[in-house]
Every structure is written in structure tokens, then in C-alpha cells.
């Protein structure tokens, strides 16, 4: 008797660590939120790591809420408002902003949220068809891939 219920906590022990076999969660707004740290850029298929550590620190720094993310830029932030679409596979994300100029701007992208590593690589374009369709840059495709880690 003991034996068997031993084997039996055992099993749903496992069952519940492996979540049944179910993916893990695509992510929402809700687990996005909060304070990110820029780790690595990659621009042109080239990872630009001198260019992240000679950045300060506030630069790289991104604050998400419910629907914006802020990026510093200067000395004013840059706000964009966000949307996600997580039944796409990769998940999708929307942002749109306005530059310095005053000119409303849009960069379309795919999202993956690992743990506390959120991974982004978005176009900015007029047009959703430019979308990225991996997690990869290169020389022919104007993209940026961002790997952010919660602060």
C-alpha cells in the first residue's frame, strides 16, 4: 500500500513539474510589465555588443506597462504603445510612436518571453508584410533583434 502511494506521488509530482506536457504560456501584457535591461543588439546579422556596453545604463533601460514601453532617449523619453498577438507563432508585437520630428512611426515584430528574458525583433515600416519571421537579422533585411533581461 505504502509502495503504491509512494509511486503515486511520484507520478503526479512529475505530471505537475512537466505541466502535462503543455507549452509554457505565450506572453501578455500583464507578465511583460516592469523594469528590462537591454543585454544584447544585433543590427545587419551582426551582434553590436561594443555598442551595448559603451551605452549608459539608463539608455538601455526600457520600462514596460499594460500597452507602452518607454525607451530613454537623451534626455526626454520615447514612449511607444504596444499590442500582441500571441496566437501567431512566433507572437507578434505592434508598436507605434512618434520620433523626434513629430512623425508618427511603426515597427512590426516577433516576441518570445523565456523566464526573465524577453527577446524582440522588430521593422520599423508602414507595412505589417515586413514583419520579421524569426529571430534573426541580416544585411538585406532592416530589422533589430533585442534581448532584454528583468531588472
Do not use: H
Not at 503515486?8 to 509530482?13: F, H
Not at 502535462?20 to 545587419?44: F, H, I, M, N, Y
Not at 515597427?107 to 522588430?122: S, W
Request: hydrophobic residues 35%.
Amino acid at each position: 500500500m505504502r509502495r503504491t502511494l509512494g509511486t503515486g506521488l511520484v507520478v503526479a509530482l512529475l505530471v505537475l513539474a512537466t505541466g502535462c506536457g503543455k507549452k509554457a504560456d505565450p506572453p501578455r501584457s500583464e507578465s511583460l510589465e516592469g523594469t528590462w535591461l537591454l543585454v544584447q543588439l544585433e543590427a545587419g546579422g551582426a551582434v553590436q555588443d561594443k555598442y551595448v556596453s559603451a551605452m549608459p545604463e539608463g539608455e538601455k533601460t526600457i520600462k514596460i506597462t499594460a500597452n507602452q514601453l518607454t525607451f530613454p532617449g537623451g534626455n526626454k523619453d520615447a514612449p511607444l504603445s504596444y499590442t500582441l498577438d500571441s496566437s501567431k507563432s512566433p507572437n507578434e508585437i505592434d508598436m507605434n510612436g512618434t520620433n523626434p520630428n513629430g512623425q508618427s512611426e511603426k515597427m512590426y515584430g516577433v516576441c518570445k518571453l523565456e523566464g526573465d528574458k524577453l527577446t524582440i525583433c522588430a521593422a520599423k515600416s508602414e507595412n505589417p508584410a515586413d514583419r520579421p519571421k524569426e529571430f534573426k537579422t541580416s544585411a538585406t533585411v532592416q530589422a533589430l533583434l533585442m534581448v532584454f533581461e528583468k531588472k
